[in-house]
């Protein structure tokens, strides 16, 4: 099933988040060891050029993610989801997908800003221009420290996120998780029998 149903998510919004997932953290991780001044040089121009090809593609997945999320219908809250907790997770959600594409638009300032001027190649495939920025030691600066400060908030966010995940998993025993590993899920047991509930006559309902 492509599209979200009333019970889960559809393939399309599970590999978008899985997708987007492991390019975070892959970024998270080249950008660890590039800025490391003990690794040689020509590998850590390579290593900025993956970061910054990766984060192109993070940046165009970003995109997509949040037309679809605003255009796709979301699932219905698990039974037993508290108000707070379901405002919780939704804001985190929007929150997230905001971060994911100004995180790496922020990448991409500080490669425009830098008064190096090296070209981005994205995979040795195409040259993506720079944005028109100012080139100067303060902007790139300036956009280096933002880049940074977004990095870190949308990594605590996707911890924070990932340990709820788990706690729903494994000390609530819903189906917060199970929804975005298995596309098409049918509902739970608690939401077949609230369903069966919704759709109990009423008393007397068939009364002439």
Do not use: C
Not at 34 to 55: C, N, V
């Amino acid at each position: 099933m492509l599209r979200n149903s009333d019970h889960g998510f559809g393939t399309v919004t599970i590999v978008l988040h899985w997708t987007i997932a492991l390019l975070i953290l892959g970024l998270m991780l080249i950008g660890f060891v590039m800025r490391r001044t003990e690794i040689d040089p020509a590998l850590q121009f390579s290593l900025y050029q993956w970061h910054k090809s990766f984060g192109f593609t993070a940046l165009g997945a970003a995109l997509v993610r949040a037309i679809w999320w605003l255009v796709e219908r979301s699932p219905r809250p698990v039974p037993g989801l508290r108000p707070l907790e379901h405002v919780a997770a939704r804001e985190t959600h929007r929150i997230l997908i905001t971060l994911g594409f100004l995180t790496p638009l922020a990448g991409w300032a500080v490669a425009s800003a830098s008064t190096l001027n090296i070209p981005s190649f994205y995979f040795n495939i195409i040259v993506i221009p720079h944005l028109p920025l100012p080139q100067s030691d303060s902007s790139e600066a300036f956009w280096a420290f933002t880049h940074a400060l977004l990095a870190y908030a949308m990594l605590a966010l996707v911890v924070i996120h990932a340990a709820a995940a788990l706690y729903h998993q494994f000390i609530r025993g819903d189906a917060v998780l199970m929804r975005m590993l298995r596309a098409g899920s049918r509902p739970s047991h608690a939401e077949a029998a609230d369903l069966r509930e919704a759709m109990k006559p009423l008393p007397g309902g068939n009364d002439p």
